[in-house]
T-cell receptor, first 113, second 115 residues
């Protein structure tokens, strides 16, 4: 069952512009959300996370927004750089003692120079 | 600091054969995970170890998959016998602790093709 959905398989933006990657979830019990970035032939690397007690978390050029009522989160990258080109996975978990993350299928971001 | 190591990087086998994957986590990481990532999908947790004990193996197809983590360090994942649908990338990850806020560090994965 697809509890975490990333409906856009790909996204292309111009260097310097904003990239917005979206993620929807169906399980209202999820309370911790993460974004991972993956380059080809490498494993995913942690990017940023947010707890359900917050609606925004910022780390440099990366900001994650959480809308619990809509069961939706988004990752904003400003400004986008060519090195940001990668596959981005959204993941969700239920409970602080639970490390069983449910991943979305990923969105491939291409940042054009 | 060395990352999570996995071997082999690629493996091609015929259906009904057996295969084993090896993972060496980051030194000092108590928690180790095996994920299966089928093409076009996100990673799916197969099994989680805390030291050498199993925390969660609810999504592991136990009729054909097995995993062990002897001495709480290295781990092996075995498939016996393999099916066509087992073609995927098998990712190993480790973290200091078992709480979700602890960052998981992933290895490069083993790409398995079952013919």
């Amino acid at each position: 069952d697809q509890q975490v959905k990333q409906n856009s398989p790909s996204l292309s933006v111009q260097e310097g512009r904003i990239s917005i990657l979206n993620c929807d979830y169906t399980n209202s019990m999820f309370d911790y959300f993460l974004w991972y970035k993956k380059y080809p032939a490498e494993g995913p690397t942690f990017l940023i996370s947010i707890s359900s007690i917050k609606d925004k978390n910022e780390d440099g050029r990366f900001t994650v927004f959480l809308n619990k009522s809509a069961k939706h989160l988004s990752l904003h990258i400003v400004p986008s750089q060519p090195g940001d080109s990668a596959v981005y996975f959204c993941a969700a978990s239920q409970g602080v003692n639970n490390n069983d993350m449910r991943f979305g299928a990923g969105t491939r971001l291409t940042v054009k120079p | 600091e060395a990352g999570v190591a996995q071997s082999p990087r690629y493996k091609i086998i015929e259906k009904r054969q057996s295969v084993a994957f090896w993972c060496n986590p980051i030194s000092g990481h108590a928690t180790l995970y095996w994920y299966q990532q089928i093409l076009g999908q996100g990673p799916k947790l197969l099994i989680q170890f805390q030291n050498n004990g199993v925390v969660d193996d609810s999504q592991l197809p136990k009729d054909r998959f097995s995993a062990e983590r002897l001495k709480g360090v290295d781990s092996t994942l075995k498939i016996q016998p393999a099916k066509l649908e087992d073609s995927a990338v098998y990712l190993c990850a480790s973290s200091l602790g078992q709480f979700v806020q602890e960052t998981q560090y992933f290895g490069p994965g083993t790409r398995l093709l079952v013919l």
